[in-house]
């Protein structure tokens, strides 16, 4: 869709009703288990194992992990996944930008950037961020969008979670 048709936001529609939840930890890399509890209902589920493993990476290693992740949650197209790199240098590089929008004009993404592709591809990109509410036009510009502070962070950590649940035995396949 042509950038004219794309929804605008006057204010950030990913903030309202927002709560942030800060965990620390002081170990490096450890192992163990722990016990989840259900949000909901306040029971305990079943122990998890936990092994976790902190590695120093520099910043365009960690723009693409963070990117990998986001599009684990999202699913997105390769196009989506190349704006995005774009969108977190600009937003994480950016001693000014302190805010919850990004202005990224397509000349600024392959000039400052070096972001390698067309307007077109450029253009699809930013269309699928959008549907999948990753960024949100702002009203008036074309080129700032406002960021959905579930997948930007001005921070320098991240962590990467795969999960592995074991089948119930009856699911299981027998050999």
Not at 23 to 49: H, M
Not at 79 to 84: E, F, G, I, S
Request: overall charge positive; proline content about 6%; hydrophobic content about 35%.
């Amino acid at each position: 869709m042509p950038a004219s048709e794309r929804p605008t936001f006057r204010h950030n529609p990913y903030v309202e009703g927002l709560a942030y939840r800060i965990k620390t930890r002081k170990k490096a890399g450890f192992s163990g288990s722990v016990r989840v509890l259900d949000q909901d209902t306040g029971t305990e589920g079943p122990e998890l194992a936990y092994f976790a493993k902190t590695r120093e990476v520099d910043s365009e290693q960690f723009v693409k992990l963070y990117a990998d992740g986001v599009d684990m949650l999202c699913n997105l197209s390769a196009p989506a996944r190349n704006v995005l790199r774009v969108f977190l240098r600009a937003y994480l590089w950016d001693p000014n930008n302190f805010t919850d929008s990004v202005t990224l004009p397509y000349r600024w993404a392959c000039n400052d950037y070096g972001y390698p592709y067309g307007r077109t591809t450029w253009i699809k990109g930013v269309n699928d961020l959008s549907e999948h509410n990753v960024i949100a036009q702002t009203e008036g510009t074309q080129a700032q969008f406002f960021v959905n502070p579930e997948y930007f962070i001005k921070g320098d950590r991240i962590a990467l979670v795969k999960e592995f649940k074991l089948r119930p035995l009856t699911e299981r396949p027998v050999k």
